[in-house]
Every structure is written in C-alpha cells, then in structure tokens.
C-alpha cells in the first residue's frame, strides 16, 4: 500500500514537473511566443534593448533560460556565464559586473530577475562580451554551430547577422 503511495506521488510530481518545464528550446521559438506588447519590436529586441515591462520580462526569462544562462526561477548560472564570458572576452573584470547585477536582480521577484539582470548587465563594461555570448548560445541552441566549434566573433557575427536580416 505504502510502495502504491510512493509510486503514485513520484508519477504526479513527475508530470507537474513537465508541465512546468519550458516548452521552447530556441530563441527563434521564444521570438514566436513573444507577447503582444512586443511583437512588432522583435528586431529592436534582437539589437539588446532594454525594456521594462511584463512581457519583456516573460521574453527574458524565456532568451536567458534557453540559452543556459538563467535558471527557471530567474536565478544566473553564474559560472556557466562566467566561463563563456572570459572566453569571449577575456579583458574585462565580467566577475565584478556579474556581482552587481545578481545583487540588483537579487531584490526583484522570480518573473523579473531574468530582465533585470539583462537589463543592469547591459550598462557594464560586460556588454560586449555578453551579445556575444548570448548570441554564441543562440546558435548553438539553433544548431547553426556546435559546441565543438571554437569561439569565433566573426563567424558568431555572419550567422546572427543572416537570422536578422531573414527576420527585419
């Protein structure tokens, strides 16, 4: 009987699990899901421009945790984004700036720590090496390059740069 309880409470936890796991996988897929307020700024979003609004906080949440960067609550992968980052960008201090952001996405609720990280670490020092990174992860993600491919700024570059003129 006790084994039958067990069983079914580990089936029923397994299928809301499921259910709450992120059903996109790109973010091409999270562009297609993008709500109202921000469907005509696709573009303008894909050029790292901050906005604040619910939508753009679900869309953050949405890019961020699709290309490993954040976790389903909104919380950074620290040192995930940390070892992309200095192979990016090997020339900046991306620790420090990480700190701060995290710190200042720390005070906001789930639904708006993705945003708010993006948002903060877009005026450090890390921004170049983050539209980098992001977009790296996006390819990846996509299929347009594999992990075994080595960092390449320019080749990263020509490929988001074909994805954007297919979409503005």
């Known amino acids: 009987m006790f084994k039958k309880l067990l069983l079914s409470v580990g089936l029923v936890w397994c299928l809301i699990s499921l259910g709450q796991a992120r059903k996109e996988s790109t973010v091409e897929e999270c562009e297609k899901n993008i709500g109202d307020s921000l469907k005509d700024r696709v573009c303008e979003l894909r050029q790292y421009t901050p906005v604040s609004s619910d939508d753009m906080d679900k869309h953050m949440q949405c890019v961020l945790e699709v290309v490993g960067f954040v976790d389903g609550n909104g919380e950074v992968k620290e ?89 503005c």
């Not at 983050?130 to 390059?145: H, I, P, Q, R, S």
């Open 79 to 167: 040192s995930v984004l940390l070892e992309l980052l200095q192979r990016v960008d090997s020339g900046v201090n991306h620790a420090a700036n990480m700190k701060k952001c995290v710190t200042e996405a720390s005070t906001s609720g789930s639904d708006k720590k993705a945003n708010t990280f993006y948002t903060c670490f877009l005026g450090t020092s890390s921004l170049a090496g983050f539209k980098n990174a992001v977009d790296y992860n996006e390819l990846l993600k996509a299929g347009k390059m594999q992990t075994s491919d080595p960092f390449d700024m320019n080749r990263v570059a020509a490929l988001i740069k074909e994805i954007d003129d297919g979409l």
